[in-house]
């Protein structure tokens, strides 16, 4: 995986990407942010949106953009391409140059991770109870 710096801000670590990552990144964090009460911060260096704990997550890769989700693998019947994999039942999409993600989709699975998150609670700490 590249190594970035981290950014000070999400408009920053979409900056930083000069090419068809940045305008993905753009792409994505517009259409997260169209979702009302997600608060975007810069966590383990990448973009990651919280609503009672996290939600969602965009990070830029070497030849991919990757759109995560906390509770992806519960709302995979939105979007079927995102993957199980890690902690927390995280499930993600990884987008390479030219692939594309329905702004649309990405607003309803966010909204579908703020609903799950308002009813089960944060995800990192369910886990660990």
């Known amino acids: 995986m590249e190594r970035v710096k981290p950014s000070l ?6 900056a930083s990407f000069g090419d068809w ?11 997260v942010l169209a979702v009302e009460g997600v608060e975007e911060v810069i966590k383990w260096g990448h973009l990651v949106y919280l609503s009672n704990g996290p939600v969602a997550l965009i990070r830029a890769e070497g030849k991919r953009v990757l759109f995560g989700l906390w509770r992806g693998q519960r709302l995979r019947e939105v979007e079927p391409r995102l993957k199980p994999g890690g902690q927390f039942e995280m499930a993600s ?3 390479a140059e030219g692939e594309t993600l329905d702004p649309a ?19 990192t ?4 109870a």
């Open 105 to 123: 989709v990405v607003t309803a699975l966010v909204r579908a991770g703020v609903a799950l998150n308002a009813e089960l609670g944060d995800p």
């Open 21 to 31: 990552r940045g305008e993905e990144l753009r792409r994505l964090h517009a259409a």
């Open 93 to 95: 999409i990884g987008l």
């Open 9 to 14: 801000t999400p408009d920053a670590y979409a």
């Open 125 to 128: 700490k369910a886990t660990k």
